[in-house]
């Protein structure tokens, strides 16, 4: 695994992207959340760990290295201990992105072996990331979320709101006035909403952005889009940097 050096982190923090919905923004998320640690000053190792989709490890200005956690559609125990070796022994941050397949094997895993207890034993935070998105896959990822939260025992879920395929509005209801989330509201950290932009401006501009698999850096440094383009980028960027500004990661 490669890390991309910032200011050196004081404590070992990991966060991990789980959810059951294949196609809904874990690997994007991982990316922006990633951004958005460099930008802090930490040191950051990016981890692509889906068997399927290596779409994280394809961010060239992200240094992400390949981990297969899975094997015969189990959790691969050599592979994990490696992992649990690096982040029990290196200071810095851990972004794991995780594939659909390895989201029920790996999370079992994870609490049979008290991973989440052990770790925090040792002074190191994990949070758990976990996406809900609009349209068809609004009830799954709803599910995904809540399989997590109700098997969790601490506050560390971050929900990802991911506006792309349509709204968060089932019954009309925002998420935090959802039955889901008042039942499991001691189990959330914090929420980030991807809002879904006008189509032909910013929507474009997002969706180049990640075709080309760029950070918000090299598209707003680089030459491949207008100066426009770059200002609408700078609003996307800003508006989910705020949010994450507002979830408390350090303590």
């Not at 990991?14 to 998320?29: E, R, Y």
């Not at 995780?98 to 190191?124: M, V």
Request: contains cysteine.
């Amino acid at each position: 695994m490669t890390s991309t050096t910032g200011n050196a982190s004081s404590k070992t923090s990991i966060h991990i992207l789980l959810q059951g919905k294949g196609g809904v923004g874990k690997s994007l998320i991982s990316a922006i959340l990633s951004q958005y640690l460099l930008s802090k000053g930490q040191d950051v190792c990016c981890v692509d760990a889906d068997p399927v989709n290596h779409t994280l490890s394809e961010y060239q200005g992200l240094a992400v290295s390949c981990l297969n956690l899975l094997k015969e559609g189990s959790v691969d125990q050599r592979e994990f201990d490696l992992l649990m070796e690096r982040v029990l022994t290196e200071k810095g941050t851990f972004v794991v992105d995780t594939g659909a397949s390895t989201f029920i094997p790996l999370w079992h895993y994870i609490l049979e072996n008290d991973a989440l207890d052990y770790l925090r034993e040792k002074g190191k935070r994990v949070f758990i990331h976990s996406v809900i998105t609009g349209g068809q896959s609004l009830n799954d990822t709803l599910d995904g979320f809540e399989q997590l939260a109700e098997t969790t025992r601490e506050k560390n879920i971050v929900v990802w709101l991911n506006e792309y395929f349509g709204a968060v509005l089932p019954a009309g209801k925002p998420f935090h006035e959802m039955t889901v989330c008042k039942k499991h509201a001691d189990k959330v950290h914090g929420s980030v909403g991807i809002v879904r932009r006008t189509a032909d401006t910013f929507g474009r501009d997002v969706e180049e952005m990640i075709r080309q698999k760029m950070t918000f850096d090299e598209a707003l440094n680089g030459s491949g889009f207008t100066i426009m383009a770059k200002q609408r980028l700078r609003v996307v960027q800003r508006e989910l940097f705020a949010q994450l500004d507002a979830i408390p990661f350090v303590q």
